[in-house]
C-alpha cells in the first residue's frame, strides 16, 4: 500500500513540514467549518478534519534519534530509517517541566516556533501535542505513573501549573494560525471502564474525570486546538460491556464541560499500543462446532479483532450517546506493524479453533493485554490523511502519537526523578496475572518510558508493514543471499538448565531472529535483538550440541554456526524438604511505599494449595500472582498447586515502609 504523503524534496535542513496528500476527497473535507466554531484567537474558524489539506509538524528532536540510530545502522536498515525521519510524530507534554523544557527535549515554545518555521504560506499546518500528566496517572500501571499526586493540591497543580500553562502558551496569537491537535490524556478514562475495582484508580477517578473536563475547556477557550480524547483500543475497551459504558462516561465527562460536546473534535483510539488496524485473515464468522470466531483463546469474546472494527463501533456508540455525527477516529498506527518474517500470509487451514485464531492472527503478542515494549511489533501505516477504505470508522487520520523508538516501560527497576516505577509487564521473564499467566513478551534491556530505545526502533523499522524502503527491510523476494553466520556460540550448564549465548550480528543489519538447535533439533526461537537462549528441563549428566541460525526478513536462512558442547549436571538443586519455602525481597521503595515481592518454592512434599504468611501489617494497593486476605497469601487458580521443586511469584505494590528482605512461613 502507498502512503498518502508525498514526499518533498530538501525536507531535512532546515526541516519542512510533511505535506498531505491533495487528494479530492481530503480537500472535499476542509470547506466544512463547524457550527460553534469561532472562538477568541482563531484565525481560520474551526475545520471539520483539521489534518485535510494541512501539513504537519516534524519534530527535529525525534528525527535526530531517528538519523544517529540511521548512521549506526548503516547499509539498507539504515536507510529505512532515514526515509521515516520527517514522518510527523507527537510533542509530549509528559510532566510539568516538558512546557519550559527538559534534559528530555525542548519546551512547547521552541516547538511551536519551529512549527511556524516549518509552515509554508498559507497551507495550514497541524502541530500534533499529547496532554498527560494527570493527578495519579496510569493508575492500573507503574511505567507511567506520574509527578502529581491524586489528591485535591495535586488537581490544583494540574490545573495552574500544567493545563493553565499550557493553554497559555497556545493561546499566544503568535500561533493562531496553527492547527494543534490535542490527545487528551492517554488510558485515564478507559482505566475508570475496566480498572475501578483497583484502588488506585478508584482514588483518581474523580481527578481523572474532572482533569479531562479542565482541560477540554482551557484547550476549546484557545479557539485553534481539537481535542481527541484517548479511547485506549480494540484490545482493552471491544467487548459490549466494556464499549458501551466507555461511550457513556465519554459522553459524561464532554458533557460536563462549558463547550459540551463541541470541545472535542473527536477520539484517538491504540495510542502507544500495537493492536492492528486490520486483521486480514479474521472475520468474526461462525466457526463450526467450535463457536464464533471470537471465542477463541486470545479474543476472549472480544468480537473487535482490530482497531478498525473498534473505531466503527465507538463511533456508532458515540452518535448514539448524543455526540455529533461529525466526529472524527485517529489511529494511531507507530507501531502496530506486525510484518517481518512471522506475519502470517494465509488464512489458516486449522480446524481447530486456538490454532486456526493463532495460525491466522498477524497480532503476534501473547495476549492482547501485553502492552509494553512488544517484541516482533514493526512501525505501521505512515500518518495518512482521512485514509480510504473504512468509511464506518469515519477517520480523520491514521497519526504518530506514540514517537517509534521511545520505550513504554524500563525491563528492571531504574531509578528516576519522574514518578516512574518498573511495571513487570515490561520484564519479558515475567508471567503476568494479568496476561493469564503468560509470559510479558516485552524486549528486554529496556530504558525507562519516553526514553530512546534503539534496539526497539531497529525491530519497528525492520518489522514494519507497510514494510520502509526497498532494501534489505524490504527484502527482494528473489534475493536468496543467506544472512552471516552467527559467531561466538557459547553453552554453559546449571544443572538440567542450558544456557547458549552468541555474537550480535551487528555487520548484518538483515538479521531478524535467530533459531536453536540442539543434536540438530530445533528447540527455539528469538528475535534479531535477542542473542541468548535457555534451555530447560534437560536429563542430567548428558552431553548436547547445540547450534545457531540466523534468519532475515525474506526467509533466508544462515548455514549453522560451530556447534557449542555443555554436559548438564545433577538436575539442579534437590527441592528442600516439606511443603514450601518462601522470601521476600524489597524490588523497590520511595517515600510512603515500596514494591514488593514473594518467591514460593515447592519442597519434596510439593505444595498444593500453598499459603504464606504475609509480612506483618501488609498494606497492599495493587497485588498479582496471588490473592492476601487477612494476612495470608494464596496462589491464583494458575500458580496454587506446585509441583516438587516448581515456583511462584507474588508482587504488590504497598503502602508504608518495606520490610527486611527474608523467610515467611510457607504451608
Ligand atoms: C511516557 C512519556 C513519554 C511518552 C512518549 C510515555 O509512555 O510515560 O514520558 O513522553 O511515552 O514516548
Not at 491 to 497: E, L, R
Not at 535 to 559: F, H, I, Q
Request: glycine share 10%; proline share 7%.
Amino acid at each position: 500500500m502507498r502512503p498518502a504523503w508525498t514526499r518533498r524534496e530538501g525536507a531535512s535542513s532546515p526541516r519542512r513540514a510533511r505535506a498531505a496528500a491533495t487528494t479530492t476527497a481530503a480537500l472535499a473535507l476542509v470547506a466544512a467549518p463547524l457550527a460553534a466554531a469561532t472562538t477568541a484567537g482563531a484565525a481560520e474558524p474551526r475545520v471539520d478534519n483539521p489534518f485535510a489539506g494541512a501539513t504537519q509538524y516534524v519534530n527535529e528532536y525525534w528525527s535526530a534519534n531517528v538519523e544517529a540510530a540511521a548512521g549506526r545502522a548503516g547499509g539498507d536498515l539504515g536507510d529505512a530509517m532515514l526515509s521515516i525521519a520527517d514522518e510527523p510524530t507527537s510533542v509530549w507534554m509528559d510532566r510539568i517541566s516538558a512546557i519550559e523544557g527538559n534534559a528530555d527535549g525542548p519546551g512547547l515554545r521552541t516547538h511551536l516556533d519551529a512549527a511556524l518555521a516549518q509552515k509554508q504560506g498559507d497551507t495550514p499546518l497541524v502541530f500534533n501535542l499529547v496532554i498527560y500528566d494527570l493527578p495519579g496517572r496510569d493508575c492500573y500501571a507503574l511505567a507511567s505513573n506520574g509527578e502529581l499526586p491524586a489528591t485535591a493540591e495535586g488537581m490544583e497543580r494540574y490545573e495552574t501549573e500544567y493545563i493553565d500553562a499550557i493553554a497559555a502558551i497556545l493561546d499566544d496569537p503568535a500561533y493562531e494560525d496553527l492547527r494543534i491537535v490535542a490527545t487528551i490524556e492517554p488510558d485515564s478514562l478507559p482505566n475508570l471502564v475496566t480498572n475501578s475495582s483497583e484502588p488506585l484508580c478508584q482514588t483518581a477517578a474523580p481527578y481523572y474525570r474532572q482533569g479531562v473536563a479542565y482541560a477540554l475547556d482551557r484547550l476549546y477557550d484557545v479557539g485553534n486546538v481539537y481535542s481527541y480524547i484517548d479511547a485506549a483500543h480494540a484490545g482493552w475497551l471491544g467487548w459490549p460491556n466494556n464499549a458501551q459504558p466507555a461511550a457513556q462516561l465519554f459522553a459524561d465527562v464532554v458533557g460536563s464541560t462549558e463547550a459540551g460536546f463541541d470541545s472535542v473534535a473527536g477520539f484517538v483510539t491504540n495510542t502507544a499500543n500495537s493492536t492492528p488496524l486490520v486483521e486480514p485473515f479474521l472475520q468474526d464468522e461462525n466457526f463450526g462446532s467450535g463457536g464464533f470466531v471470537r471465542q477463541a483463546g486470545f479474543y476472549e469474546w472480544n468480537p473487535d479483532f482490530d482497531e478498525t472494527d473498534w473505531t466503527a463501533h465507538l463511533y456508532d456508540l458515540l452518535v448514539a450517546e448524543g455526540f455529533p455525527s461529525s466526529i472524527g477516529m485517529l489511529i494511531d498506527t507507530s507501531r502496530n506493524g506486525w510484518g517481518g518474517p512471522d506475519r502470517p500470509t494465509a488464512e489458516s487451514t486449522s480446524t481447530d479453533l486456538n490454532t486456526y485464531v493463532n495460525e491466522s492472527r498477524v497480532d503476534r503478542r501473547t495476549h492482547r493485554g501485553a502492552w509494553c515494549n512488544p517484541a516482533g511489533a514493526g512501525i505501521g501505516e505512515r500518518p495518512q490523511v482521512s485514509p480510504a477504505g473504512y468509511p464506518e470508522s469515519h477517520l480523520d487520520a491514521f497519526v504518530w502519537v506514540k514517537p517509534p523508538g521511545e520505550s513504554d516501560g524500563s525491563s528492571e527497576e531504574i531509578p528516576n526523578d519522574e514518578g516512574k516505577h518498573f511495571d513487570r509487564m515490561c520484564d519479558p521473564t515475567f508471567n503476568s496475572p494479568k496476561l493469564s499467566g503468560l509470559l510479558t513478551g516485552a524486549l528486554p534491556d529496556a530504558p525507562l518510558s519516553g526514553k530512546w530505545f534503539e534496539a526497539q526502533f531497529r525491530m519497528l523499522v525492520t518489522n514494519a508493514y507497510p514494510a520502509i524502503g526497498d532494501g534489505g527491510t524490504n527484502p527482494d523476494p528473489d534475493d536468496t543471499t543467506a544472512p552471516s553466520v552467527p559467531q561466538d556460540v557459547a553453552a554453559s550448564a546449571d544443572g538440567t538448565t542450558v544456557e547458549v549465548t552468541w555474537s550480535p550480528s551487528t555487520d548484518d543489519t538483515r538479521v531478524t531472529g535467530y533459531q536453536v538447535s540442539r543434536d540438530g533439533e530445533d528447540v527455539g526461537s528469538v528475535s534479531g535483538t535477542v542473542t541468548s537462549f535457555t534451555d530447560e528441563g534437560l536429563a542430567e549428566n548428558t552431553r548436547y550440541s547445540y547450534t545457531v541460525t540466523a534468519r532475515d526478513a525474506a526467509g533466508n536462512v544462515s548455514a549453522a554456526s560451530a556447534p557449542a558442547q555443555v554436559t548438564t549436571g545433577e538436575g539442579g538443586e534437590e527441592p528442600p524438604a516439606g511443603a514450601c519455602t518462601a522470601v521476600y525481597s524489597t524490588a523497590n521503595s520511595w517515600s510512603g511505599g515500596y514494591q514488593g515481592q514473594i518467591l514460593v518454592t515447592a519442597g519434596a512434599d510439593g505444595a498444593p494449595g500453598w499459603e504464606v504468611t504475609a509480612p506483618a501489617g501488609l498494606s497492599t494497593t495493587n497485588l498479582w500472582g496471588g490473592t492476601l486476605s487477612g494476612g495470608v497469601i494464596t496462589g491464583q487458580s494458575w500458580n496454587a498447586d506446585l509441583a516438587p521443586g516448581a515456583t511462584a511469584t507474588v508482587g504488590f505494590v504497598a503502602d508504608g515502609t518495606p520490610p527486611a528482605d527474608g523467610e515467611l512461613a510457607c504451608g
